[in-house]
Nanobody, 120 residues
Framework: QVQLVESGGGLVQPGGSLRLSCAAS????????MGWYRQAPGKQRELVAT???????KYADSVKGRFTISRDNAKNTVYLQIDSLKPEDTAVYYC??????????????WGKGTLVTVSS
């Protein structure tokens, strides 16, 4: 079993910054792509950013130029640096990871989320 735990959320003013972290623990054979999703009240969950084990990144159009995803493979941790925050960034941010088990199965893991609130 693999567990993902997010941290770093909180209340911040528009234009401010936050850095979210997601640490994976448990029975890990290999983690492939990792990413961040978010869900605002009354909205569907949407993809924010992804990063492969090799460091290739992709971003949603709404966050390009403001969000930066990175990872530390040695620590099994993925980060999301959020700059120039806007009120519409308010959401619960979820960490996601795709891994391969020792048996060769592809697994999908989710964290429980961390709340980001952008308000003056």
């Amino acid at each position: 079993q693999v567990q993902l735990v997010e941290s770093g959320g909180g209340l911040v003013q528009p234009g401010g910054s936050l850095r979210l972290s997601c640490a994976a623990s448990g029975r890990i054979f290999r983690l492939n792509a990792m990413g961040w999703y978010r869900q605002a009240p009354g909205k569907q969950r949407e993809l924010v950013a992804t990063i492969t084990s090799g460091g290739s990144t992709k971003y949603a159009d709404s966050v390009k130029g403001r969000f930066t995803i990175s990872r530390d493979n040695a620590k099994n941790t993925v980060y999301l640096q959020i700059d120039s925050l806007k009120p519409e960034d308010t959401a619960v941010y979820y960490c996601n990871a795709v891994g391969t088990s020792s048996m060769g199965y592809v697994m999908d893991y989710w964290g429980k989320g961390t709340l980001v609130t952008v308000s003056s």
